[in-house]
């Protein structure tokens, strides 16, 4: 579903962000990236939906050479990832049902398909009820699983997650990592860049540590250190 | 890919509301320059179809009675061609007089109808060696007082006159409106941009989930199509209102010479309005792409 072949992304020339890195993730795999700021993880993620292009090396996701793709395919690519942030990225002046459909919207999907699968994503995350709310008017946790919501809503094959318990308490952290285990045992890939040990060692799933950009660690049911 | 044309609308009436007061500058600015390049376009047709026979250095006509012989039309047509400070002749029949009255009166059906060519004058059109004031005359008093001629008409200098202010609007009014169009691109360029920075959260979710560059740009590119549009009708609006005190604040036609009348023909018009449509929404389109595509490449 993903491989890098030694891949390295260097900024201005200078900075390394990732150095010769080489790896492979299999369909329906639940990967954390860990490692401490500035290790890469954010590039790592970055690289995967092409917001960055690889200095050297070459990436495929989801059957693409991700770095060749002309910036017209972009956005087709995208459709088949989705992401979550730690900053959730909704948008304010809709409600969590619109900032769901808008995701479908803006990729021309048509008004019934919208119509019938928002309500069903907010069920599955647990918002059924508060569909008409503002995202200023949940909690952290809350808006977060609309943004979880958002990025499943288009059953994409691979789901990104760029420290997505970053600014929540454990218990509620829990609760999005329960529902990102949920959404992977559909068969999504997800890729979860994270500083939460504890969520890494109760979870045991595969780790990829990184450090000033070399991958200093791949272990299937890892722990975080 | 599927555009649904109902989020276009949408999106474009929500930027366009949101960023009102900016919008109606560039909508203004744009009306301002196409008013100016429309009163340009209008004196030039005008000043065109008034001095029509008086284009390419004819300084002076040879009208000749309808009903002259043969003999007396080849005899000033011989001695215009034979005379040393003429320098070009051309002879217009009765057929010819007949289409280029056409033309003038073509808004005036109903006079073209009382006309026919036989009761028009054929006549010589004189380009002379030389346009010294003291030389044409003597020409005309000469050609006056031939058999068969009924009236020689000298370009006058209201015609001169007339020209001069032809170029001067031609040219100064068109680079006046040629600033304000590029003032108009810039303010339009400036709105969009201001209208993506307000929604770079929202453009920023579309690029995240897969919303295609084109189906994010079209919104704002429409945006910059109906302000200049909209810039475009008022100024057609305003060349309408205006075009009458236009009219008479030129020269009237007795000031000009026979036949010639200083009136705009609703083709010309129909023209100008639509280049003017076209210009308008094309400045307004081009400015909002470039804004767009310097916010999605950079």
Not at chain 2, 143 to 154: F, L, M, N, T
């Amino acid at each position: 579903m993903i491989r890098l072949e030694s891949v390295s992304k260097v900024y201005k020339g200078e900075v390394t962000a990732l150095r010769d890195a080489s790896l492979n993730i299999d369909k329906g795999e639940f990967v954390f990236l860990v490692g401490a700021s500035g290790s890469g993880k954010s590039t790592f993620i970055r690289l995967l939906n092409r917001e960055e292009t690889p200095t050297t090396g070459k990436i495929w996701v989801a059957g693409k050479d991700v770095g060749g793709l002309s910036s017209s395919k972009v956005p087709f690519l995208r459709r088949n990832i989705g992401c979550v942030f730690q900053d959730f990225k909704l948008l304010p002046s809709k409600t969590v049902a619109e900032n769901v459909a808008f995701s479908l919207e803006v990729i021309g999907r048509p008004r019934n398909v919208i119509r019938s699968q928002v309500p069903a994503i907010l069920e599955l995350v647990g918002l059924g009820d508060k569909a008409d709310r503002f995202p200023n008017e949940l909690s952290g946790g809350e808006q977060q699983r609309v943004s979880v919501a958002r990025a499943f809503v288009n059953r994409p094959l691979i789901l990104l997650a760029d420290e997505p318990t970053g600014n929540l308490d454990p218990a509620t952290s829990v609760g999005i990592m329960r529902l990102l285990e949920r959404i992977n045992k559909t068969g999504t890939t997800v890729v979860m860049a994270t500083h939460d040990r504890s969520i890494v060692d109760t979870m045991r799933r595969r780790v990829i540590e990184l450090e000033h950009g070399d991958i200093i660690r791949d272990q299937s049911r890892g722990v975080y250190n | 890919m599927a555009m649904n044309l109902d989020y276009a609308v949408r999106e474009t009436w929500t930027n366009l509301r949101r960023n009102v007061v900016i919008s109606i500058a560039s909508v203004l600015c744009v009306t301002v320059s196409l008013s100016l390049v429309g009163v340009a376009l209008m004196a030039r047709q005008g000043v065109e179809r008034a001095t029509q026979r008086w284009q390419d250095g004819v300084e002076f006509i040879v009208f000749v009675a309808p009903d002259a012989s043969e003999e007396q039309i080849d005899s000033v047509g011989a001695s215009l061609e034979s005379n040393p400070l003429v320098e070009r002749v051309t002879f217009f029949d009765q057929e010819q007089a007949y289409q280029e009255f056409s033309e003038m009166f073509a808004d005036s059906p109903d006079m073209v109808e009382t006309v026919t060519p036989d009761i028009l004058p054929p006549s010589f059109r004189v380009v002379p060696t030389s346009t010294d004031l003291a030389s044409v005359e003597e020409l005309v008093q000469q050609y006056e007082s031939q058999p068969g001629v009924i009236q020689v008409a000298r370009s006058t200098e209201a015609i001169v006159a007339i020209k001069d202010v032809s170029d001067f609007l031609t040219g100064w009014a068109l680079g006046v409106a040629l600033v304000l169009l590029v003032v108009a691109v810039l303010i339009i360029l400036t709105t969009i941009q201001l209208a993506i920075f307000t929604r770079r959260r929202e453009i920023e979710v579309m690029r995240l989930v897969g919303a295609s560059k084109a189906f994010i740009r079209v919104p704002f590119m429409a945006e910059g199509l109906v302000q200049g549009l909209v810039g475009a009708l008022l100024a057609i609006a305003a060349l309408r209102i205006f075009q009458p005190v236009f009219e008479n604040s030129l020269p009237s036609s007795d000031q000009l010479v026979l036949f010639s009348e200083f009136t705009f023909s609703g083709v010309d018009m129909l023209w100008t309005y639509l280049l003017l449509g076209g210009v308008g929404a094309g400045i307004g389109t081009a400015a909002a792409a470039i804004a767009v595509t310097w916010f999605l490449d950079a």
